[in-house]
């Protein structure tokens, strides 16, 4: 089974040096080609892998030693279990799915092979994210995707608003990089070892106050991944970087490690259910403030980022409530119709030649056919609708807040599915219903190419069945691992209204933004300029806050510390030191002046200063002795 | 031979130096690389030949001085300064490789070669006469080249180089000589030998006057805040070939020493200053961090982002553990690589350019890939990106002082954000954007001779981030022997409680083997 393990892990990175070594030069096929190929391949293994895990095994690799020094050990250490596989699943069905979609979507880019390096060496961290069996490989996958994650939000260089996502991102998610590092450093000095086993078998041993240390700080850690507010604005503005890698990075993977860190650590989190509730009540926080914020938005892109950044606020719920099992199905899922919804977008923005302002277009219904069933199908899954993906995981997460008894949670979350069922058939709605408002514009729009659409169809399919078909079997093979815990609301009645309840709310909300939007647009002057319309399309005003608060500030104390103390008082002191010597010696050297009396003269006085000073010294001595004896 | 090897590769430079008047100058450059590639084979022999099982000094060779008053030539190394004279001899020899400069080639070589030998004499030194008479003479070549070879501003730049760290080193001197007198009053004989000068225990008011005497000058040298402002100077006046040395070899003189010296020689007192200089390394780290994101020069950003680098380097260093002084060694390689390589890489577009400018320059990516590519590569190193060889070091660094004290650790960390800051910025400006000056839009991409030096460079800062262990198993061997040294030296109930006692029979203890 090693050999699946290192197949499925190091193929993607073969396909990114492969595509490296055409980085330079024009578009070549083959790069895209085998780079997808070798995908499949390492999405193959993890199926050998996950048959061999639902037989009740898992595998456990150590490659080599990484870093050693005195006590410190931490080796390159890959584990295939439960957790992993899941996610090993997940990262590869929809690599392979966006590696074939960007062929066709990057066909006409220069920087083709350049692209499916970046992609692959992503897949390749995200690989070592999910597989590390201890914290400092975790670590590795965590920058390594970061890394990835710049290169290709900032893919298209030339354009300033990209590079500058592109080092937001990264920035801000070093912010929460910093707290990962300190929570991996109080792991190492309290228990001795970064390992999986030994921390998860040990961090019952300390002090509650630790572990909650511990907790917070891998939290925050998780928090700049994830997205999750106050660093959640680099998310949004990350859509400057090509589509595919908005699904594959921005939707369905990268963005879930955090959830997964939480997941994975729930044998520490375990014991810590406080910030457990902390960090549930955040992601219900999360989960409304980014609903909220597309409802208004005007950029396709930037509404389903939001809606990313609203459902792993539901999977932080899950997860800080206890429901792990919940909040990594719930992952799952959401990948598979996130991906499907931003390849569905990729599709209409080049329809559109990248116009991303859905009321600038409407009727592609009539052009895009197949786009449009996709987009709606991924919109139903996601407002979870029954039967698809949505309703299994995501009304499970409501199902769980209720079960818990946390009401005032409970409640958020069901505003938020009205609120998201909403956003989604707004967007909908506007792309492919209505009037052609695109045709003033003089675009013409097309449908993608027939093999991006069939890479797409997977994700349909799971989308509709994952819910149904894989709750049973995942429930049985993560619990071995994960606490098996059921969320049954025992009241049938209770459970009955809520069910149907939910269902009729969502299908309201989903009505109603048909209603609004399907026909004509009409524009309501008097509530957009209201202050909450604004509030919201200005994103809370916090991107604007952060550049007067912390960008612009950071940028004038950067200044002040080169001008003003770097070489005005530091380096300015240095040299009247040396100038105040300088002169004194040029001062004195008249002393020099040859004249054999004046010379003597001073030496007079250089001999009489040095005898008192020696009696001075000697006096001063004896009495520190004598008090000393 | 193999027990003279340290002697051959001190003084083999030196003597190729003076052959070196005598060659043609058109053959001066093949001349050079000759002399330092033989050197570099050298001293990977010497690494060959090292044990890294053994913690204590290996090859040592002694001769009398001044037997009088116990000046001995001793040498040896261990695997503390094995790398870095590898380093040296490695900069010196792709220094020569890759240089561009067309003036007085010859002259540049020799002083090149002659600085080879200082610095391979400075951390090969264990008597500290010997060890200061290399660590002056490494100061006259490289002001040489700054005053030489620099910049307009070159001689206010190089005067105050020299004239700031021998500042520094007198002061150092008089603590030596003290040093040596309290040997004397201890011992009744007079020795200069570091090992004999280890087996002295001195009261801590002793410890804390000479502690200070030899932090001046080596801080200076590091250079700690707010000693500092010589190097950006030196950087941006001196040539690509003195930037690339003085960064990657000359600053780490001073970080080593404080291994080497403070750390063994006086213990209670490193105790004693280890919030202080703390304290120091943070400012250094996140206050010039700042300084470099207001860098409008490329070579200040990198010259910045050095001092900024060592503050790391000297926050391990007083973490006082094995897993803090091995990471910050680690780092003094790592850093020494990574430096070197990004001010080679400025120079790549200052040969192009002649300017330094960030605004002279943007959208560099499209014209210039494969320099994009190095430049990248290396600035994700300088960012503490793991699996690269910085990240082995700062984690360690920063993991080692997190045991001394939580709050500094976690404020130092903060480089990790400061770092990307400037560095991505940095990246931003040159890099990303449309190519809008006309100069720009024909720049030749790196040319072979520059690939020489900058691939090697990019090979090891990924290999050693993947597989640190050949370096990082005797650095972390011979850190334990003085960790335990200084263990059982301290006096004072907070420096035993902040020392670690490894207990570890197999720990060689370097008193004994002074013997």
């Given at each position: 089974m090693e050999i699946y393990l290192y197949i499925a892990l190091f193929a993607p990175l073969a396909g990114s040096l492969f595509s490296a070594l055409f980085g330079a030069s024009p578009k070549t096929s083959v790069t895209g080609m085998v780079a997808s190929g070798l995908l499949f391949v390492s999405f193959m293994s993890s199926v050998v892998l996950l048959n061999y895990v639902m037989a009740g095994h898992t595998v456990h690799v150590e490659m080599m030693t990484w870093i050693a020094a005195g006590d410190f050990y931490v080796p390159f250490g890959f584990v295939v279990d439960q957790v992993s596989v899941v996610m090993m699943m997940v990262v590869s069905v929809v690599s392979t799915i966006v590696h074939i979609y960007s062929i066709g979507y990057m066909d006409h880019d220069k920087g083709f092979n350049r692209f499916f390096s970046y992609l692959s060496a992503f897949v390749f961290s995200m690989m070592i994210l999910v597989m590390s069996d201890n914290f400092l490989g975790l670590f590795i996958g965590w920058e390594g995707v970061g890394l990835c994650s710049w290169l290709l939000i900032g893919f298209w260089y030339h354009k300033e608003s990209a590079t500058w996502a592109a080092n937001e991102a990264f920035i801000m998610n070093r912010i929460a990089d910093l707290a990962m590092l300190v929570g991996i450093f109080m792991i190492y000095w309290n228990i001795g070892s970064l390992q999986y086993d030994v921390v998860f078998a040990e961090i019952s041993n300390l002090s509650i106050p630790i572990v909650t240390w511990i907790g917070i700080f891998l939290f925050v850690g998780a928090m700049g991944k994830s997205a999750q507010f106050p660093l959640h604005t680099w998310l949004a503005d990350a859509m400057e970087g090509p589509t595919p890698v908005s699904a594959l990075i921005h939707a369905a993977t990268m963005v879930t490690a955090g959830v997964y860190l939480v997941v994975r650590a729930n044998p520490i989190y375990g014991l810590i259910p406080e910030v457990g509730v902390a960090i549930a009540s955040l992601g219900a926080f999360v989960a409304m403030f980014a609903a909220t914020m597309a409802l208004v938005n005007r950029d396709m892109k930037r509404i389903v980022a939001y809606s990313t950044l609203s459902q792993l606020g539901y999977m932080f719920v899950a997860a800080g409530l206890g429901a792990y099992w919940v909040a990594l199905f719930h992952l799952m899922a959401h990948a598979f119709f996130k991906a499907l919804l931003f390849l569905g977008a990729g599709n209409v923005m080049h329809a559109m030649h990248d116009e991303l302002d859905p009321f600038k277009m409407g009727g592609l219904k009539k052009s895009m056919k197949v786009t449009w069933i996709l987009m709606t199908l991924a919109s139903v899954a996601l407002a979870g609708i029954y039967p698809l993906a949505g309703f299994f995981s995501k009304d499970l997460i409501l199902e769980v807040a209720f079960v818990e008894q946390h009401y005032v949670l409970y409640t958020v979350l069901l505003l938020t599915a009205g609120l998201t069922a909403f956003y989604s058939f707004r967007l909908v709605a506007l792309i492919f219903h209505g009037n052609e408002r695109h045709l003033k514009y003089g675009i013409h729009p097309h449908e993608a190419y027939t093999f991006m659409l069939y890479a797409m169809a997977p994700l349909a399919v799971l989308a509709v069945i994952a819910g149904m078909v894989f709750k049973t079997p995942y429930y049985e093979m993560v619990t071995q691992l994960l606490p098996a815990i059921e969320y049954h609301v025992h009241n049938h009645t209770t459970f009955w209204i809520m069910t149907i309840g939910t269902q009729l709310f969502v299908i309201a909300a989903i009505a109603f933004a048909y209603k609004k939007y399907a026909k004509a647009v009409r524009v309501d002057v008097k509530v957009e300029s209201g202050f909450f319309y604004q509030l919201l399309y200005n994103q809370y005003y916090i991107p604007k806050i952060y550049d007067e608060v912390f960008t612009k500030p950071y940028r004038e104390l950067s200044k002040v510390a080169w001008k003003q103390i770097d070489l005005k008082i530091v380096d300015a002191t240095v040299d009247g030191i040396a100038n105040v010597i300088y002169r004194t010696g040029e001062k004195t050297h008249t002393m020099q002046n040859g004249n054999l009396s004046s010379m003597l003269r001073w030496m007079v006085v250089g001999l009489v200063v040095l005898l008192v000073l020696a009696i001075a010294f000697t006096v001063g001595y004896n009495a520190v002795t004598m008090r000393a004896m | 031979m193999q027990e003279h090897i340290l002697s051959i590769l001190i003084f083999f430079p030196a003597l190729a130096a003076m052959l070196g008047f005598i060659v043609h100058k058109d053959s001066a450059r093949a001349y050079g690389i000759t002399v330092a590639a033989v050197e570099f084979f050298l001293s990977l022999w010497l690494w060959y030949l090292y044990d890294p099982m053994t913690s204590g000094m290996q090859f040592m060779e002694s001769a009398p001085l001044v037997a009088a008053f116990g000046i001995n030539y001793i040498v040896g190394i261990d695997g503390i300064s094995l790398f870095i004279i590898i380093l040296a001899t490695f900069f010196t020899m792709i220094g020569i490789a890759s240089l561009t400069e067309t003036r007085r080639v010859k002259d540049l070589i020799v002083t090149l070669l002659f600085l080879e030998m200082t610095m391979v004499g400075v951390f090969a030194a264990l008597d500290a006469v010997v060890f200061y008479v290399f660590w002056e003479l490494s100061l006259i070549p490289m002001l040489y080249i700054i005053g030489a070879w620099g910049g307009p501003l070159r001689i206010y730049a190089s005067v105050k180089f020299f004239l700031y760290t021998f500042t520094g080193s007198l002061v150092m001197l008089v603590g030596m000589l003290f040093m040596a007198y309290f040997y004397h009053q201890a011992t009744g004989q007079w020795s200069f030998s570091l090992l004999e000068w280890y087996r002295l225990i001195l009261p801590l008011n002793f410890q804390l006057w000479l502690f200070a005497a030899f932090f001046v000058g080596f801080a200076i040298k590091v250079p700690m805040f707010p000693f500092h402002t010589w190097l950006p100077y030196a950087h941006g006046q001196a040539p690509t070939i003195g930037s690339v040395i003085l960064a990657a070899i000359l600053l780490k003189m001073g970080t080593y020493a404080f291994v080497r010296f403070s750390l063994p020689l006086f213990p209670d007192a490193s105790v004693f200053f280890m919030f202080p200089i703390a304290t120091l390394a943070i400012i250094m780290i996140v206050y010039t961090a700042m300084v470099a994101y207001a860098q409008e020069d490329v070579k200040q950003v990198v010259a910045y982002s050095s001092v900024s680098h060592m503050g790391v380097i000297v926050l391990g260093t007083f973490a006082l553990n094995v897993e803090g002084i091995s990471g910050s060694i680690f780092l003094m390689i790592a850093h020494g690589v990574v430096s070197g390589a990004l001010f080679l890489l400025v120079g790549v577009i200052y040969d192009r350019r002649h300017t330094k400018l960030m605004s002279e320059f943007g959208g560099l990516a499209s014209v210039m890939p494969r320099y994009a590519t190095l430049f990248g590569i290396m600035m994700m190193a300088s960012v503490g990106l793991p699996l690269t060889i910085n990240f082995v070091g700062e984690f360690l660094s920063l993991?080692?002082?997190?045991?001394?004290?939580?709050?500094?650790?976690?404020?130092?960390?903060?480089?990790?954000?400061?770092?990307?800051?400037?560095?991505?910025?940095?990246?931003?400006?040159?890099?990303?954007?449309?190519?809008?000056?006309?100069?720009?839009?024909?720049?030749?991409?790196?040319?072979?001779?520059?690939?020489?030096?900058?691939?090697?460079?990019?090979?090891?800062?990924?290999?050693?981030?993947?597989?640190?262990?050949?370096?990082?198993?005797?650095?972390?061997?011979?850190?334990?022997?003085?960790?335990?040294?200084?263990?059982?030296?301290?006096?004072?109930?907070?420096?035993?409680k902040r020392i670690p006692n490894l207990g570890n029979p197999e720990v060689k203890n370097l008193q004994q083997e002074a013997h």
């Open positions: - | 993991l080692g002082f997190y045991k001394q004290s939580h709050g500094f650790a976690l404020v130092a960390g903060t480089a990790i954000i400061v770092g990307a800051i400037y560095m991505l910025t940095a990246y931003k400006k040159m890099f990303f954007g449309t190519v809008t000056k006309e100069e720009n839009k024909h720049l030749k991409d790196v040319n072979k001779t520059e690939l020489l030096a900058l691939v090697p460079l990019a090979v090891i800062t990924i290999w050693l981030g993947v597989y640190p262990k050949p370096i990082l198993e005797p650095i972390s061997n011979s850190v334990e022997s003085i960790v335990q040294l200084m263990h059982d030296k301290a006096q004072t109930p907070e420096a035993q």
